[in-house]
């Protein structure tokens, strides 16, 4: 296929369709607000970025087959937010970055266990998911909470954060009197958990969904009308906008759920006052939300990176000049990385959800 000799092209391989289409189309969006505006304003060295997107099954073996063939056919200078830790896991054992010679940008989940070492061509949007439940385990300490349970997936990467919570939970003298674990592929668990809770984890004062956004707001959704109060809490993968979408009765009002980014709604930060004006400008179809919000950072520090290549077009020198991208303010929030740490951001958070379904910090 013929190249566009005008465009830079970034790719986002993802299921745009199925469970996880929410994820993927709310990074998409949030990535497209910033680049439309930035082709409005002249694109990056007279060159529009064009924003590429290839809906895959959320299968291991066909994304990275489908990450070959778009390095194939688009030649893009970078891969952005692949999904699903399965998904990630394979795309890093198969070193397709490497192989392609194309970074990859932003993950969800934040993936702990790929952090350390560093691979020189992953660059992260935000801190892991350990520090994101170590930050939820420490706000339920202040709070004088003392026993928790914990709900989640029963794979490698869900479990390890389990193992992190118990840790986090011993050193602040907080007990994990429960624990549910419930297959990916067999949700009908999920009600043996909630009943395991509303009987025999009473006792705990919260528990921290380790599940995706929708199982989460049933687990709340069913607490409540059990007459349950018990706090719930779930990593930033629980998206506020979708839990309130599938909670029931109001019900998703005081979920806490930690974040690796600002409140997009902020009226102060100056980041998130642009990331608003683009958004509206550019993607008036929709509504921005904290993975918008990601997926709009991320296409910032792009853009950095890319106006600072000779060749903007170069995959290779966008991974350098990513990696050279020391500590700045983005707009009221620092980023940066260096070869020894590709977490680009350090913020986290506890943020609650309101009534309306945004969140309050």
């Known amino acids: 296929m013929a190249q566009d000799k005008n465009a830079i092209t970034i790719a986002q391989v993802a299921p745009f369709s199925g469970p996880m289409a929410f994820y993927a189309q709310s990074l998409h969006e949030g990535m497209q607000a910033y680049f439309g505006w930035i082709n409005q304003q002249g694109g990056v060295r007279g060159l529009r970025v064009e924003l590429l997107a290839v809906d895959t099954p959320l299968d291991p073996e066909q994304t990275v087959q489908a990450y070959a063939q778009t390095a194939r056919l688009h030649n893009p200078v970078a891969f952005v937010y692949p999904l699903s830790p399965t998904v ?64 989640h997936w029963n794979d490698a990467t869900t479990t390890g954060l389990v193992d992190i919570i118990r840790r986090e939970a011993a050193s602040r003298g907080v007990a994990v009197v429960r624990e549910f674990p419930i297959l990916p592929d067999g949700r009908g668990d999920l009600a043996g958990a909630i009943e395991g809770l509303d009987k025999e984890g009473r006792s705990a004062s919260a528990v921290i969904s380790l599940l995706a956004a929708p199982e989460t707001a049933k687990l709340v959704s069913d607490l409540r009308a059990r007459g349950s109060r018990m706090a719930v809490y779930g990593p930033s993968y629980n998206d506020a906008s979708l839990v309130s979408k599938h909670a029931e009765n109001g019900s998703h009002h005081g979920v806490s759920i930690s974040q690796i980014v600002p409140n997009p709604d902020s009226s102060i930060l100056p980041l998130a006052i642009d990331f608003r004006k683009h958004f509206a400008a550019h993607v008036p179809q929709s509504g921005g939300n904290s993975l918008s919000f990601q997926g709009y950072i991320a296409a910032r520090l792009i853009v950095q990176a890319l106006l600072r290549c000779p060749d903007p077009k170069s995959a290779a020198c966008l991974r350098q000049e990513l990696e050279n991208t020391r500590p700045h303010d983005l707009g009221g929030l620092t980023a940066g990385y260096s070869a020894s740490n590709h977490d680009g951001l350090s913020y986290v958070d506890i943020g609650v959800v309101s009534r309306s379904g945004k969140l309050i910090r």
């Open 88 to 151: 990630i896991d394979a795309l890093m054992d198969a070193k397709i970055a490497r192989r392609l010679g194309i970074p990859i940008v932003g993950t969800v989940p934040q993936m702990y266990r790929r952090r350390h070492p560093v691979d020189p061509n992953l660059f992260f949007v935000g801190v892991s998911d350990a520090r994101e439940v170590q930050k939820i385990v420490e706000h339920i300490a202040t709070l004088g909470m003392r026993r928790i349970a914990v709900v």
